[in-house]
T-cell receptor, first 118, second 112 residues
Framework: SQTIHQWPATLVQPVGSPLSLECTVEGTSNPNLYWYRQAAGRGLQLLFYSVGIGQISSEVPQNLSASRPQDRQFILSSKKLLLSDSGFYLC?????????????????FGSGTRLTVV | RKEVEQDPGPFNVPEGATVAFNCTYSNSASQSFFWYRQDCRKEPKLLMSVYSSGNEDGRFTAQLNRASQYISLLIRDSKLSDSATYLCVVNMRSSGTYKYIFGTGTRLKVLA
């Protein structure tokens, strides 16, 4: 079965420090991968998505970047964090790469990283 | 206009009550529809997909009205454990991939 791992679960970082969040998926190949952010009391905002290695699409201009160095690895980064980067970061996948009907079945989310920038 | 809109609530209902949430979407080309449940400080989890003919899963019933561009979720015989935020999700194809657009959620609190 497919599983998605995300770490760390909680992170407190000072303003101006770098960030690296990692997400890995097991049990599938060529998944579509997504990074979302949920600010306190807000909805989920799509940040980046990737349909394959080295392919990144950005949804909103921001202080963050994403990379996909391997098929089942998706990384969210920042060189210098801002206070406004605080939030709940969620990685998600669906199996569209192999299963063209997977989009009918929704996302599976990782357990999330709660980032507080101080 | 937001792509997906929900009443934020909160809906406070007694145990055993029936409660319904609605969600409207703006893109008529939307193809798939879902309800997710999110507990406090946790990741969203898929509750159910929403099919054109309507579908039921135990106490939960989902309906889709494509003409009016809204989906609904009905919860019967509410339990304390149903307390959560319910997210409406619409999936549409854009630039070669599917994008899931989330509503901001409707908060439900079931009271003893």
């Amino acid at each position: 079965s497919q599983t998605i791992h995300q770490w760390p679960a909680t992170l407190v970082q000072p303003v101006g420090s770098p960030l690296s969040l990692e997400c890995t998926v097991e049990g599938t190949s060529n998944p579509n991968l997504y990074w979302y952010r949920q600010a306190a009391g807000r909805g989920l905002q799509l940040l980046f998505y990737s349909v394959g290695i080295g392919q990144i699409s950005s949804e909103v201009p921001q202080n963050l970047s994403a990379s996909r160095p391997q098929d089942r690895q998706f990384i969210l980064s920042s060189k210098k964090l801002l206070l406004s980067d605080s939030g709940f970061y969620l990685c998600a996948w669906n199996g569209e790469g192999l299963d063209r009907t997977a989009h009918n079945y929704g996302y599976t989310f990782g357990s999330g990283t709660r980032l507080t920038v101080v | 206009r937001k792509e997906v809109e929900q009443d934020p609530g909160p809906f406070n209902v007694p145990e055993g009550a029936t409660v319904a949430f609605n969600c409207t979407y703006s893109n008529s080309a939307s193809q798939s529809f879902f309800w997710y449940r999110q507990d406090c400080r946790k990741e969203p989890k898929l509750l159910m997909s929403v099919y054109s003919s309507g579908n039921e899963d135990g106490r939960f019933t989902a309906q889709l009205n494509r003409a009016s561009q809204y989906i609904s979720l009905l919860i019967r015989d509410s339990k304390l454990s149903d307390s959560a935020t319910y997210l409406c999700v619409v999936n549409m194809r854009s630039s070669g991939t599917y994008k899931y657009i989330f509503g901001t959620g409707t908060r439900l609190k079931v009271l003893a």
